[in-house]
């Protein structure tokens, strides 16, 4: 999986994209299907992250569950299927740059609430997906992109712990520490793994 760094970016903004990229190169022969479809990921994340100056992650999971009205901030976890300290890193990210203000409501605690430039970015984020999922229809053609997306969706379900098969396999070990926190209820958007760990939602 993509590994992210500041703001959860999978592609370092002063990096080279395709020194990045270098060892996702090679026909893939011999390769598990889960290596090979995470280099399909971030192939896709960089070039989203080449021209949106948000990252893949924070679009994918908070940007996309926010909105003018206001979301609790501790509803966040439930809402993208992150873990806290990834839903901190991404509020922040997002209060700090301007698309969002985050404030205290009475009995409600912490909100935050896009602000206009928060919607542009949303918009700009959706967009763009479906850009890039057009590029790669003539890139690679229509019908092997279409495959690929058909099985994605039977694998992923809704992503929720009941409707996907995908989930059905992120059981924890009995004897680890993460038998022992409350499971969540929806996979991430986008994998948020860190450096300090292999979890996808960022913890």
Not at 11 to 19: A, F, G, I, T, V
Not at 113 to 128: I, S, Y
Not at 152 to 175: K, N, Y
């Amino acid at each position: 999986m993509p590994i992210v760094g500041y703001g959860q970016f999978s592609c370092e903004p002063n990096k080279e994209p395709r020194k990045l990229a270098a060892s996702a190169k090679g026909d893939g022969a011999g390769l598990s299907l889960s290596t090979l479809m995470a280099r399909v990921l971030l192939m896709f994340t960089i070039e989203f992250e080449r021209e949106m100056k948000l990252s893949m992650a924070i679009c994918g999971n908070v940007l996309r569950v926010t909105d003018d009205v206001g979301v609790r901030v501790r509803d966040l976890e439930e809402l993208t299927g992150l873990a806290k300290a990834a839903v901190a890193v991404s509020v922040g990210f997002l209060e700090r740059h301007g698309l969002a203000v985050v404030e205290t409501a009475p009995k409600a605690g912490k909100q935050i609430r896009l602000k206009a430039t928060g919607f542009v970015a949303q918009e700009a984020a959706r967009k763009l997906v479906g850009e890039i999922e057009a590029r790669w229809a003539v890139r690679f053609g229509a019908d092997a992109v279409g495959v690929v997306k058909k099985q994605l969706r039977e694998l992923v379900g809704d992503g929720s712990a009941d409707g996907s098969p995908l989930f059905q396999g992120l059981t924890p070990h009995a004897g680890g520490w993460r038998a022992k926190v409350p499971r969540p209820r929806t996979l991430p958007h986008f994998p948020v793994v860190s450096h300090r760990g292999g979890y996808p939602d960022g913890s």
